[in-house]
């Protein structure tokens, strides 16, 4: 991660997310249930470092002479995974922004999917576009954010949404 940026890492698909995930557990003679690889895929979003510590979060739930990580272990491994264990990966991008990129980052996090539009945050920030630009393109290159498509933006990853609304007060 500190190396490349979150946005320069390329997201696993679900197969390459199951042989990640099957090849880490084998390791510890383990498997995953259905019903929770389909959790993790979800939560992950197919993401190396978050899929990592999502399993090594649930890991840490697993009690032997279990040999099967279920989807009880990631409810409750959810409690503390964004709020403790992600906490130091997301703070990078939110708590060592600037102001202005902090006040886009929270009108992305309360959008659904965590995406919007230029205009739209714009109306909702009160700026100009020419305001946001600069801010937006510094989010794009710390990683972010992504750019989806011509005037239209949405966080990396939709965990950060989650953290970022336990740090910001509430947009207006």
């Known amino acids: 991660v500190r190396t490349f940026p979150p946005v320069f890492l390329e997201n696993f698909s679900p197969q390459e997310s199951r042989a990640f995930i099957d090849k ?22 197919g993401h190396p470092f978050v899929l990592t510590a999502y399993l090594a979060t649930a890991y840490s739930k697993y009690q032997p002479p279990e040999r099967e990580l279920s989807e009880a272990h990631f409810n409750a491994a959810d409690v503390e995974f964004v709020g403790r264990v992600l906490a130091p990966f997301f703070s990078r991008f939110y708590d060592q922004a600037g102001h202005a990129s ?13 995406e919007s539009s230029l ?10 576009s020419n305001e ?41």
């Open 24 to 45: 880490k557990l084998m390791q510890a003679g383990l498997k995953i249930s259905g019903k929770a690889f389909e959790k993790v895929v979800e939560v992950a979003e």
């Open 102 to 114: 902090k006040k886009i980052l929270s009108a992305l996090a309360s959008e659904e999917r965590g």
């Open 119 to 128: 205009s739209a945050l714009c109306d909702k920030l009160g700026r100009q």
């Open 132 to 172: 946001l630009s600069p801010h937006l393109a510094k989010l794009i290159q710390d990683g972010a954010i992504v750019r989806v498509d011509r005037g239209r933006y949405r966080l990396f990853h939709h965990l950060l949404a989650e953290y970022i609304a336990a740090k910001a007060p509430p947009q207006a």
